[in-house]
């Protein structure tokens, strides 16, 4: 596989899910700013986005005209075709979950055989205790060893692997919220607009969010 590298997340994510118009593609949770969904509607022959919050997909359907949204809770019984998509995206999702295990079973079964997940998770490494999110809305965050297990507990084998963002997305986090819950503005985070500098051009040894590749190896 040639490797993704990218100068932003956007276009590093493009890179991961290599898309054409065969493709079916399951988005779990969709962005205040669905720039990223856009681009994915686009791409794909397919594209369904599934969120708990009702309000947020009514505004994206605004932009998401070609997209499928469902209002629904992956981690309970939704009525979707299992085997049908051949790209699942679950970005920033995986650790406001109680049950992420069960969550990724329930993604392997919806992804077809040798399909590909695209996972984005926070790190946790030595700076993500200055993270608010994980004392306010994160149930975990999580090790490099903890989500590859993870993963292949839950039948999905490893294809890329990376570990992107530095100190500064601290900067853009804290703004983001300060437009979200002080102004009640959406905010799209800065590190999305310029170049981070070489996170997301380079394998990183240290980073604030993991983001991994992996394909379906078993039912």
Request: net charge positive; glycine share 4%.
């Amino acid at each position: 596989m040639k490797e993704p590298f990218a100068n932003n997340r956007e276009d590093y994510i493009i890179n991961l899910l290599d898309l054409s118009k065969k493709d079916n593609v399951l988005i779990i949770g969709v962005s205040n700013i669905p720039t990223l969904e856009k681009r994915i509607q686009n791409l794909a022959k397919e594209c369904w986005i599934l969120d708990l919050d009702n309000i947020k997909l009514e505004k994206a359907g605004k932009i998401l005209n070609k997209s499928k949204l469902i209002n629904a809770d992956i981690t309970k019984k939704i009525n979707l075709p299992n085997n049908h998509f051949t790209k699942i995206m679950i970005l920033e999702v995986l650790e406001h979950l109680d049950d992420d295990k069960g969550a990724l079973i329930k993604l392997n079964k919806l992804l077809h055989p040798k399909g590909s997940l695209i996972i984005a998770v926070p790190n946790k490494s030595f700076l993500h205790i200055f993270n608010p999110l994980l004392y306010t809305q994160h149930k975990r965050h999580y090790c490099n060893d903890k989500i590859i297990e993870l993963l292949k507990e839950t039948g999905f084998s490893i294809k890329h692997f990376n570990v992107v963002e530095n100190w500064s997305m601290f900067f853009n986090l804290y703004l983001h919220l300060f437009y979200k819950f002080i102004l009640n503005r959406n905010k799209k985070f800065l590190t999305l607009e310029k170049i981070p500098g070489n996170t997301y051009r380079q394998f990183n040894k240290t980073g604030l969010d993991i983001i991994i590749k992996s394909i379906k190896t078993a039912p």
